[in-house]
Every structure is written in C-alpha cells, then in structure tokens.
C-alpha cells in the first residue's frame, strides 16, 4: 500500500464516556499505518476523567478553576475558536456552573489549546478529523454553531458519502447528520474549528452507542464496550480506505478508454489504392488496484479488415464480397480476492463489506 504523505487525528473530550478511550487504544488496526501517519489522542481531558473514577461518574467538564466563581470546569467541547461566543450563538453557555459553560474566551483551558497546538502544527498534512463520544450512534459533520439551514457546510455531499461508507461496514447503524440543522446547535465545537479555520475537509463527530437511554447511554457495561470499540474501528477501517479513495483516485483505478484506431486511405486521381498496411482496430481496457497489487489481465481484440473495406465510395471497383475475421480472446474466470480482515467477519457483515469493498476499489457497484 502507498503511503499518501497525509495524516488523520482522533480524540476524545468529554469524560461522563468511558467507550471512546478504548476504541482509541484498539491495538488490531496495524494495517492502516500503512496508509497514513494517526494522530491519536485518547483522553483529551485527563482530570476529567479520573475525576470521574473517583468521585463522581456523570461528570462532563475540565477542572480547571473559575476564578470568582465557586464552580468548577469548562466545556471542552464549546471552547474552541470558530464561532465562539456563547452570549450570541446557541448551545454554549456563559454560566459557569452550567455543563456546556463555553470559558471566558476560546481556547481558555489547557485541554483545547493542546489540541489547537498540534492541530496547527500538522494541519497542511491532516486529511481526517474525528472526535468520539457517546453517546446515541450518529455520524455528524459541520456546522454545529448554529441550527439553521446556513450551518450546513457547503460540501456537505462529500461528507455524507464518506461517512457513509464508514456506517456501512458497521454492524450497528448510525444517523448521519449535520451537527446544527438536523441535531442540535452547539458553537464552539472542535469540528467546526478545524473545518472552518484550518480548512480540512473531513471533520466528523462520532456518537458512539447506544442508539437510546439516559444516564444508561453514559454509563456502558464493561461487557459491552469491547464490543462497541471492534465494530467501530470496522467502520474507520472503512472511513480510512474510503478517505484513501476520496483523495487519490488515480491511483486505485486506472482506466484507458477504449481507442479505434483505423488509418485514412491515400487515394489517387487514376486507381485508388491503400499506402498503409492492413489496418487493424484495437480495442484495449485496463484497471489497476495499487492497494493489494493486482492488475487484471489487458483484454484485446483485433478485428482485420481488407483493402477493399477502406476504399471510397466513389470509385468504381466495389469488391463483390467483404469478408471480417473476428479474433476473440479466450474467456477467463475472474476470481475476486478480499482483504483477509473482511473474510473474519461474520455473515451479514461479510457480505456487506465485500459489496462495499467491490464498489469503492473495483468501480462494481451494485
């Protein structure tokens, strides 16, 4: 596999969810090293987190310390310095005993402005923005810092095919949705930020399962977030090879168009007659698969015509009989061959997978 020279970022801020930080550590995605340099951020938000071990498990924000005000902590996830200002837009507050207190200003928290950092340190190379959470299984693009129809990014369609493909490889199914017009606004998100002020096209918030619940949508049985975290990293296997497909399509699929190529005949004022040798029409097609080295065989066939197909209409000597020899070449069977983590998978998701994986790297749609 070629290395496109790019990378992708993922990470995790709020703490009341402890499935994100797992999926973040999921060690069986060695195969998409090949493809990009991973940026990976597991705990966004540290003191949150422990914080949540230890006293209280529903607690979403930093701990940072307000001054003049006896609460505690910033929305993480409402500080960032694209549309902030949370007395004008929704979704933020100004309260700092409120869980969505947005900060006295962007990036006033140690947790955004680290992120921020590298965001701007990488961000001519990084192709891919996540941000994970749970939790309610949706798959939300830009904007978010407002609920109108103006929110909604202008590319919108691409966003929605990519993250499609990530949804279709999962077993569990997401909304996919634009984060202020369809779900609910909230200025200040990472996703509007990197969008928006660091212009990278890719920029997704996942909700992670389940699809319902209150509390219980938080709060997730240790059982089940192994689970959760290996159908998920199906989906950003997907994400990641659709992304590759997304960026470099010249490079997966290479096409000649079929070409005929059948030489003018010189015709003089006594005989008419051909200069150039028996012409022959050739048509050839083929496609290449740079991801698992594969070429499909050249397909050509060659049709041989006489002299006497190419001359003009107008002169006097017509050949009693044309003649045209067909040469086909022999049929050969085509065995598809699938990436050995797409065999392991269980049936539906096999087959699934197998008709995503036929569309996106063989152009065989269905």
């Not at 369809?182 to 928006?196: E, L, N, P, W």
């Not at 008419?272 to 991801?291: F, L």
Request: overall charge positive; hydrophobic content about 30%; glycine content about 4%.
């Amino acid at each position: 596999m070629q290395n496109l020279s790019s990378s992708s970022t993922l990470d995790c801020m709020h703490e009341n969810g402890w499935a994100p930080p797992r999926l973040a550590m999921n060690e069986t995605n060695q195969d998409l090293l090949e493809l990009y340099d991973w940026y990976i951020l597991p705990l966004g938000n540290p003191d949150g987190y422990q914080y949540t071990r230890q006293f209280n498990r529903m607690w979403r924000k930093t701990r940072n310390q307000n001054p003049g005000n006896r609460c505690i902590g910033t929305d993480a996830n409402r500080n960032f310095g694209y549309k902030w200002n949370p007395g004008r837009f929704t979704g933020a507050s100004t309260n700092p005993c409120s869980n969505t207190y947005a900060g006295p200003k962007p990036f006033s928290v140690p947790e955004t402005r680290a992120i921020r950092d590298v965001l701007v340190k990488h961000q001519k190379n990084i192709k891919l923005y996540l941000s994970v959470h749970t939790y309610a299984q949706y798959f939300l693009y830009p904007y978010a810092w407002s609920s109108s129809q103006s929110a909604r990014a202008s590319d919108w369609r691409d966003l929605v095919r990519l993250a499609k493909v990530s949804s279709s490889a999962m077993y569990r199914r997401y909304k996919i949705l634009s984060a202020g017009p369809d779900f609910y606004a909230a200025a200040g998100m990472s996703i509007d930020y990197v969008k928006g002020s660091l212009n990278i096209k890719y920029s997704y918030l996942i909700e992670l399962p389940p699809a319902h619940g209150t509390f219980g949508g938080f709060v997730v049985s240790q059982k089940y977030i192994p689970s959760v975290a290996q159908d998920t990293c199906n989906g950003l296997r997907a994400l990641a090879y659709g992304l590759k497909s997304e960026l470099g399509k010249d490079a997966f699929c290479s096409v000649t168009k079929a070409e005929v190529t059948s030489p003018e005949p010189e015709v003089s004022s006594q005989e008419p007659r051909v200069t150039s040798p028996e012409p022959e029409m050739i048509i050839a097609a083929k496609t290449t698969s740079t991801n698992y080295r594969r070429t499909t065989n050249v397909v050509t066939t060659t049709v041989n015509a006489t002299k006497e197909d190419f001359m003009p209409e107008a002169t006097t000597v017509k050949p009693e009989t044309t003649t045209i020899k067909r040469q086909t070449a022999p049929i050969r069977v085509i065995y598809r061959i699938y990436p050995l983590w797409i065999l392991r998978m269980p049936e539906p998701v096999r087959t699934n997978y197998k008709k995503w994986y036929d569309c996106v790297y063989r152009r065989i749609c269905i």
